[in-house]
């Protein structure tokens, strides 16, 4: 599960604002994503995404994902 800091949570919301790309690790497997928008879902924060290469929409909630890493 990750806990992000402020700082982590700045970095994703400035790669939210300027679509750059994020590394994300969930259960062994990583993802790099361009992330649309952090919303909240009952109580689980998830970061919608798209994949930068096919386009295709996918969705992380932060208690599943292991890592992230802004791309810069």
Request: aromatic share 4%.
């Amino acid at each position: 599960m990750a806990h992000l800091t402020p700082a982590d949570y700045d970095a994703l919301e400035r790669a939210i604002a300027h679509a750059t790309r994020v590394v994300v690790m969930r259960r062994g497997t990583e993802y790099v994503i361009v992330p649309r928008r952090l919303r909240t879902e009952g109580r689980r924060e998830v970061i919608e995404a798209t994949n930068p290469t096919t386009g295709d929409a996918l969705a992380f909630s932060l208690d599943d994902i292991d890592t992230i890493t802004v791309v810069r």
